[in-house]
């Protein structure tokens, strides 16, 4: 996993939740979630949740999934406190373990995992091809990787109004194309590899968020901003409806099986 020194404290955590549901910092909450997981049986199944972030999803695995252990991975020690108090208020904190990790390759033993799920964070994680090479390692043959990501949809550079979206932003991502993520998938070994393309979906997402932003709510999302910068959030999310109305910035479903 990727450096990343507190990119999400403890203001920015109840912002995002408040945005998107708690425990959730990544759109579409439970929703979307479960359409990552369209078609996978998870009763019983050994799952990591690689960027855990809150915990909202890594309880959910446990608690509406059936999954009979989740280990949650996060690199800070902000949303690693809120993800184990989130497990142990929806009461699966026997089954649910959250690892406070350092970048690089994941403590997990080889061929653990029944699930590898990662939901919008690996966009941190710079190296692509080391990294399906390692969520292929912890895999069980059979096991499948499930994710989504926020991806950049062509190679090379982004234009000048993505850079400035990715600038504002100011999280450190590491966005790579669809042509990178098959290859990285295709070369650690992966089968069945399959990406969806969900640009249509936030696209329309991100605009009622920035309507929400801007609406009667607005007083409450400024309250739970560190220093009260609504504009600044309104600021980057102009820029990223711009890029999502080009198609640059394109979130997709990842998932591949090992075998």
Known sequence: MSENSELYDGGHVAFLEKLWGVGYLSPGGAEEVARVLDGLDLTGA?????????????AALARDYGAARVIGLDVED????????????EG??????????????????????????SKDSIVHIADKHALARDVFRALRSGGWFAASDWLIGHEGPPSPEMAAYIAAEDLDFQMAAPTQYRDALVQAGFVDVALVNRNPWYREQAKAEFERLQGPER????????????????TTWRAMIGVL?????????????KP
């Open 46 to 58: 050994t799952v990591v949740d690689i960027g855990c972030g809150a915990g909202g999803i890594t």
């Open 92 to 117: 699966v904190a026997d089954r649910v373990e959250i690892r406070r990790v350092s970048p690089g390759p994941m403590p997990v033993e080889d061929g653990s995992v029944d699930v590898m799920f």
């Open 219 to 234: 007083p409450e999302f400024e309250a739970l901003l560190p220093d009260g910068d609504l504009e600044g959030q309104l």
């Open 78 to 89: 902000t949303v690693v406190a809120t993800a184990r108090a989130r497990a142990e208020a």
């Open 245 to 257: 109305e080009s198609g640059e910035h394109c979130p997709h479903h990842l998932r591949g099986r």
